[in-house]
């Protein structure tokens, strides 16, 4: 092999390292993104339930009301 073959070899080996240690890191930004939008559809689905829950009592209040004035 050629000094210059061996030089360029050399350069594709360091730069397929990089890039492998750059998709390990997207790999892990990836499962952390994940995580957040599962805790973010956790944190939607229970607002959404206290807001269900506040609108069903405050109509039952409503309606309470309502009958005590007639």
Known sequence: ???????RLTRV???VDNIEEELRTLKADV???K???TEARGGWRMLLLVGGAGA???GLVL?????MRL
Do not use: F, Q, Y
Not at 1 to 7: C, G, L, T
Not at 63 to 67: A, F, R, S
């Open 31 to 33: 499962r952390e993104i």
């Open 63 to 67: 309606k309470l009301v309502d009958w």
């Open 13 to 15: 080996e360091t730069k």
């Open 35 to 37: 995580s957040l939008l």
């Open 1 to 7: 092999m050629e000094p210059e073959e061996r030089d």
């Open 56 to 58: 069903a009592l405050g």
